[in-house]
């Protein structure tokens, strides 16, 4: 079975751009969820899509927005690119709406100068 | 408020058995998770308690007392692929977030 994977690995962005980030998830799962990692810290959760819904939030303002597509595969995208937004990205994948147990991808590596 | 704490650096010997704790205040709680990553690579899932107790698989166990907030990770027979950072997560009452810690960085000595 395929894992988790995330597209581009690493970019670079200036102040202001915008930014879109692709997960494709692990055969079999219906969930994903997008989690901001940055460097020396723990992940922090951005959002989780189920059913292409929206079903849940962290605590990130709105210009942080995401998608999931019938095939389960997933955007996150990014607006107004500020200096702090520099990150680790990761997109995880599970089975069902209401399970921690996640597989993660490697991540987008993002850096905004 | 979410608060989780587990020491930022631990340091062992190949062979040897590391504990790495972890605690806890949550407003909600659904499981006490642990994933393991190496630098530059993704997550992985090693465990969860959710219950109080002690769950072992293989050379890996982790404890939970929820009375306490507090969680541990036992590491047997250390070897030099399990020098990686070690993530602490809680999750919330619907299941569908992870509060993560800081991750502990836990370098493997020969």
């Known amino acids: 079975e395929t894992g988790v994977t995330q597209s581009p690995t690493h970019l670079i962005k200036t102040r202001g751009q915008q930014v879109t980030l692709r997960c494709s998830s692990q055969s079999g799962h219906n969930t994903v969820s997008w989690y901001q990692q940055a460097l020396g810290q723990g992940p922090q959760f951005i959002f989780q899509?189920?059913?292409?819904?929206?079903?849940g939030r962290g605590n990130f303002p709105p210009r942080f927005s995401g998608l999931q597509f019938p095939n389960y595969s997933s955007e996150l995208n990014v607006n107004a690119l500020e200096l702090d937004d520099s990150a680790l990205y990761l997109c995880?994948?599970?089975?069902?709406?209401?399970?921690?147990?996640?597989?993660f991808g490697a991540g987008s590596r993002l850096t905004v100068l | 408020g979410q608060n989780i704490d587990q020491p930022t650096e631990m340091t062992a010997t190949e062979g040897a058995i590391v504990q790495i704790n972890c605690t806890y205040q949550?407003?909600?709680?659904?499981?006490l998770f642990w994933y393991q990553q190496h630098a530059g690579e993704a997550p992985t899932f090693l465990s969860y308690n959710v219950l109080d107790g002690l769950e072992e698989k293989g050379r890996f166990s982790s404890f939970l007392s929820r009375s306490k907030g507090y969680s541990y990770l036992l590491l047997k027979e250390l070897q030099m692929k399990d020098s990686a950072s070690y993530l602490c997560a809680v999750g919330n009452n619907a299941g569908n977030m992870l509060t993560f810690g800081g991750g502990t960085r836990l370098m493997v000595k020969p």
């Open positions: 949550t407003s909600g709680f659904n499981g």
């Open positions: 995880a994948s599970s089975l069902g709406e209401s399970t921690n147990v996640l597989t």
């Open positions: 899509y189920y059913r292409e819904e929206e079903n």
